[in-house]
T-cell receptor, first 111, second 111 residues
Framework: KAGVTQTPRYLIKTRGQQVTLSCSPI?????VSWYQQTPGQGLQFLFE???????NKGNFPGRFSGRQFSNSRSEMNVSTLELGDSALYLC??????????FGEGSRLTVL | AQSVTQLDSQVPVFEEAPVELRCNYS??????LFWYVQYPNQGLQLLLK??????LVKGINGFEAEFNKSQTSFHLRKPSVHISDTAEYFC?????????FGAGTTVTVRA
């Protein structure tokens, strides 16, 4: 059974640009969550989608957005990038309860 | 709101020695508790979980944890570590649709 797949794995952007990250969940999983990991703030919850509906959102500015498609694949977008957005962005999928299964992450560097 | 405190930020340990990573949580409702491990440049891998039932939970790679409701703790243990256990370990509590993570404990195993 394939795991959670995130693309791209690494990317470099400059301030002011925008970025889109993609996540394909484990087959059959309808819930997709996104987390930001930084050395200073640790792991922070961004948002969670279930069957194309956002069920929960963390305390991030509106520059961070996401969506989920009918096949459960999800994307997150960050607009007007700032230096502080440099982080490892982790996607996780689940059945909607119980444990989360994480992907390898997308490492974003903002210059 | 639920929160997680990992009491040790770094734990150095010799190979074949036992290790214990401490985790305390705060919650006013029933909890689901997890331990994840993160190896360098990788995502999070589930070590074990407590959802209900027996308070002693066994996970992968010889790890186990004990849920203690009265002390609101969920400490992780391994009787004999290997060099390959060098990684960062995260305790997490599930609240509705998201995980709240501790700050992490870096375990360094030395020969």
């Amino acid at each position: 059974k394939a795991g959670v797949t995130q693309t791209p794995r690494y990317l470099i952007k400059t301030r002011g640009q925008q970025v889109t990250l993609s996540c394909s969940p484990i087959s059959g999983h309808r819930s997709v969550s996104w987390y930001q990991q930084t050395p200073g703030q640790g792991l922070q919850f961004l948002f969670e989608y279930f069957s194309e509906t956002q069920r929960n959102k963390g305390n991030f500015p509106g520059r961070f957005s996401g969506r989920q498609f009918s096949n459960s694949r999800s994307e997150m977008n960050v607009s007007t990038l700032e230096l502080g957005d440099s982080a490892l962005y982790l996607c996780a999928s689940s059945l909607g309860f119980g444990e989360l299964f994480f992907g390898e992450g997308s490492r974003l560097t903002v210059l | 709101a639920q929160s997680v405190t990992q009491l040790d930020s770094q734990v150095p340990v010799f190979e074949e020695a036992p290790v214990e990573l401490r985790c305390n949580y705060s919650s006013s409702v029933s909890v689901y508790l997890f331990w994840y491990v993160q190896y360098p440049n990788q995502g999070l891998q589930l070590l074990l979980k407590y959802l209900s039932g027996s308070t002693l939970v066994k996970g992968i790679n010889g790890f186990e944890a004990e849920f203690n409701k009265s002390q609101t703790s969920f400490h992780l243990r391994k009787p004999s570590v290997h060099i390959s256990d060098t990684a960062e370990y995260f305790c997490a509590v599930r609240n509705d649709y998201k995980l709240s993570f501790g700050a992490g404990t870096t375990v360094t195993v030395r020969a």
